[in-house]
């Protein structure tokens, strides 16, 4: 992934601190990039903040989740329905527990998505990805986990339609290997990741590594030096989600990841509520 605010320095040293430091893009990398599984809202009132030199906790790139709506929106809703993340229940009290692709985008809009986390962020509605990747461009990478993407079918071409003018700055990752592959076909100039729920075998190492992969993302529970090495062989990155504990960081660091994707870019700060995008 290119890295267009240069890079979140993450060595032992900062670890305590958990401060950011932009450097220059041509620099050798020094620690991994850092990656805000969560961040405020993208809306008028408050946009995704850029890091500044010499600035408290920020982030070389945003993760988001996309789903898409009834009317065939892309939307960024992190769970598989609202009520966790939104005040669904209020307003439509008999869908509460209903897919957010049951939803058209004007009905999302009636909904509250900020208050959940807290009183500051009420009032909050949930973006699109077109809003968000605009109000991001420029200011940070954006990593884009299609979510469910059986659930949405033809969703990775539309996901790649979409994200086409970011591709300096974008990477498109799932757990669903297939529509992955599909992915590649559809967009084979963008970065693709492979996320896993465990350790990845050598069979499937070898298998991204032949559709063109460039990141294989597992849980950073089951990250070594041998698998970065595994993965580093095959000419891909490692990414590992989602590192909250400074100790975690310190260790997960050490193996030698290209990227920690984490709900405290300042680990270990106040979280925000993009988990439920």
């Given at each position: 992934?290119?890295?267009?605010?240069?890079?979140?320095?993450?060595?032992?040293?900062?670890?305590?601190?958990?401060?950011?430091?932009?450097?220059?893009?041509?620099?050798?990398?020094?620690?991994?990039?850092?990656?805000?599984?969560?961040?405020?809202?993208?809306?008028?009132?408050?946009?995704?903040?850029?890091?500044?030199?010499?600035?408290?906790?920020?982030?070389?790139?945003?993760?988001?989740?996309?789903?898409?709506?009834?009317?065939?929106?892309?939307?960024?809703?992190?769970?598989?329905?609202?009520?966790?993340?939104?005040?669904?229940?209020?307003?439509?009290?008999?869908?509460?527990?209903?897919?957010?692709?049951?939803?058209?985008?004007?009905?999302?809009?009636?909904?509250?998505?900020?208050?959940?986390f807290s009183p500051a962020f009420a009032g909050?509605?949930?973006?699109?990805?077109?809003?968000?990747?605009?109000?991001?461009?420029?200011?940070?990478?954006?990593?884009?986990?299609?979510?469910?993407?059986?659930?949405?079918?033809?969703?990775?071409?539309?996901?790649?339609?979409?994200?086409?003018?970011?591709?300096?700055?974008?990477?498109?990752?799932?757990?669903?290997?297939?529509?992955?592959?599909?992915?590649?076909?559809?967009?084979?100039?963008?970065?693709?990741?492979?996320?896993?729920?465990?350790?990845?075998?050598?069979?499937?190492?070898?298998?991204?590594?032949?559709?063109?992969?460039?990141?294989?993302?597992?849980?950073?529970?089951?990250?070594?030096?041998?698998?970065?090495?595994?993965?580093?062989?095959?000419?891909?990155?490692?990414?590992?989600?989602?590192?909250?504990?400074?100790?975690?960081?310190?260790?997960?660091?050490?193996?030698?990841?290209?990227?920690?994707?984490?709900d405290r870019p300042g680990c270990c700060g106040?979280?925000?509520p993009a988990e439920s995008w």
């Open positions: 992934m290119r890295r267009l605010l240069g890079t979140l320095l993450v060595p032992a040293a900062l670890l305590a601190t958990a401060t950011v430091a932009l450097a220059d893009t041509d620099r050798p990398r020094t620690g991994p990039e850092v990656v805000a599984h969560a961040a405020p809202p993208p809306t008028p009132r408050r946009t995704p903040s850029p890091p500044r030199r010499g600035a408290g906790p920020a982030a070389d790139a945003v993760e988001v989740d996309v789903q898409r709506t009834a009317d065939g929106h892309l939307v960024l809703v992190h769970d598989a329905t609202l009520a966790r993340t939104t005040d669904v229940e209020r307003v439509f009290p008999t869908r509460a527990l209903a897919p957010v692709g049951t939803f058209t985008l004007a009905e999302l809009r009636r909904l509250d998505a900020g208050s959940w909050e509605r949930v973006p699109t990805l077109a809003e968000f990747a605009d109000r991001l461009r420029g200011r940070a990478d954006l990593l884009v986990e299609l979510k469910d993407p059986a659930r949405y079918p033809g969703v990775e071409k539309e996901v790649a339609y979409e994200v086409d003018g970011l591709r300096s700055g974008v990477v498109v990752q799932s757990f669903d290997h297939d529509a992955m592959r599909r992915f590649a076909e559809a967009a084979p100039e963008i970065p693709a990741g492979w996320l896993f729920g465990g350790r990845p075998t050598t069979a499937q190492l070898d298998d991204a590594a032949a559709h063109g992969v460039t990141q294989i993302n597992p849980s950073f529970r089951v990250v070594d030096a041998a698998l970065v090495a595994e993965v580093r062989a095959r000419g891909m990155q490692t990414g590992v989600y989602t590192v909250n504990d400074t100790d975690d960081m310190r260790q997960v660091a050490a193996t030698g990841v290209d990227r920690i994707i984490t106040r979280s925000s």
